[in-house]
């Protein structure tokens, strides 16, 4: 089935790939979203909404596609706890697609660290990497936060547990931090590394992404998906039948 979709962010990096993909797929882009744009006439005129914009931006979002319920796909990323926590109770107003990550290839990362967080002893110390373009606004990445999730949960610990880059007289490392380092600089696309180490081996779980398109891609599949969806929170593990 053609779709009608509308992007908020449109004029961004992720929003001219999404519109490729929409076409790419055989859907329709209705509407165009950007700065100072209307962001409820957009929305109203298409079956689906796709957010790769701003964190400040997705309040109105969730709140505009639940109102027309519509649903909606969002991919940015960088929200505060606080403002997650306030979002969650929007997003489930509507079916909403919600990830830091739409690439296959990273979703599977994220189940491959879960294992493995759960699988090696505390004394296997994990340490996540990131590395984007210059021009990216925040940080860690959605998806370090993702894979921080993965590391975490299985292991008992809690975001008070993310050491965030070290300096001066740190102290011995513990055994509860879980280190989170974010490189900046060229065009990368977006890398991420979970090391786990011991005394005598580490284990390195990688995903290198060459091209937006992957997550764009990802991002319309799941917009096809959320069509006709009942209101709730999901993730690409739905979307792709892993839930
Ligand atoms: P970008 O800076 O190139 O584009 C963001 C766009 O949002 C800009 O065109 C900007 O003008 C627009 N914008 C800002 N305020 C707006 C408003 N009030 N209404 C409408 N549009 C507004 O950034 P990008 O590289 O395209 O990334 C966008 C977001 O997507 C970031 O949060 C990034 O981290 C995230 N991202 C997510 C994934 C994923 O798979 N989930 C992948 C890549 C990037």
């Given at each position: 089935?053609?779709?009608?979709?509308?992007?908020?962010?449109?004029?961004?990096?992720?929003?001219?790939?999404?519109?490729?993909?929409?076409?790419?797929?055989?859907?329709?882009?209705?509407?165009?979203?950007?700065?100072?744009?209307?962001?409820?006439?957009?929305?109203?005129?298409?079956?689906?909404?796709?957010?790769?914009?701003?964190?400040?931006?997705?309040?109105?979002?969730?709140?505009?596609?639940?109102?027309?319920?519509?649903?909606?796909?969002?991919?940015?990323?960088?929200?505060?706890?606080?403002?997650?926590?306030?979002?969650?109770?929007?997003?489930?107003?509507?079916?909403?697609?919600?990830?830091?990550?739409?690439?296959?290839?990273?979703?599977?990362?994220?189940?491959?660290?879960?294992?493995?967080?759960?699988?090696?002893?505390?004394?296997?110390?994990?340490?996540?990497?990131?590395?984007?373009?210059?021009?990216?606004?925040?940080?860690?990445?959605?998806?370090?936060?993702?894979?921080?999730?993965?590391?975490?949960?299985?292991?008992?610990?809690?975001?008070?547990?993310l050491r965030h880059g070290r300096e001066g007289i740190t102290g011995e490392r513990t055994e509860r931090e879980v280190g989170m380092h974010s490189l900046?600089?060229?065009?990368?696309?977006?890398?991420?590394?979970?090391?786990?180490?011991?005394?005598?081996?580490?284990?390195?779980?990688?995903?290198?992404?060459?091209?937006?398109?992957?997550?764009?891609?990802?991002?319309?599949?799941?917009?096809?998906?959320?069509?006709?969806?009942?209101?709730?929170?999901?993730?690409?593990?739905?979307?792709?039948?892993?839930?």
């Amino acid at each position: 089935m053609s779709l009608k979709i509308c992007i908020v962010g449109a004029k961004g990096r992720m929003g001219q790939a999404i519109a490729e993909a929409t076409v790419e797929a055989g859907h329709k882009v209705v509407a165009k979203i950007d700065q100072g744009d209307d962001l409820k006439a957009g929305i109203a005129a298409a079956d689906a909404v796709i957010d790769f914009s701003f964190h400040t931006v997705t309040e109105s979002v969730f709140q505009t596609a639940a109102e027309l319920g519509k649903p909606v796909v969002c991919g940015t990323t960088g929200h505060s706890q606080e403002e997650k926590a306030k979002l969650l109770e929007i997003a489930s107003k509507t079916a909403t697609v919600w990830a830091g990550n739409f690439s296959i290839g990273v979703n599977l990362l994220c189940y491959l660290v879960e294992k493995a967080a759960g699988i090696l002893p505390m004394d296997y110390n994990a340490e996540i990497v990131e590395m984007h373009h210059r021009l990216k606004k925040d940080a860690p990445s959605g998806t370090a936060l993702m894979l921080a999730d993965a590391v975490l949960e299985p292991r008992g610990l809690n975001y008070d547990d993310l050491r965030h880059g070290r300096e001066g007289i740190t102290g011995e490392r513990t055994e509860r931090e879980v280190g989170m380092h974010s490189l900046r600089g060229g065009d990368v696309v977006g890398d991420h590394t979970v090391i786990f180490s011991d005394v005598g081996e580490r284990v390195e779980l990688t995903h290198k992404a060459s091209s937006r398109a992957i997550f764009a891609r990802g991002a319309v599949r799941a917009a096809a998906w959320s069509v006709g969806k009942k209101p709730g929170i999901y993730g690409i593990r739905e979307v792709l039948g892993l839930a």
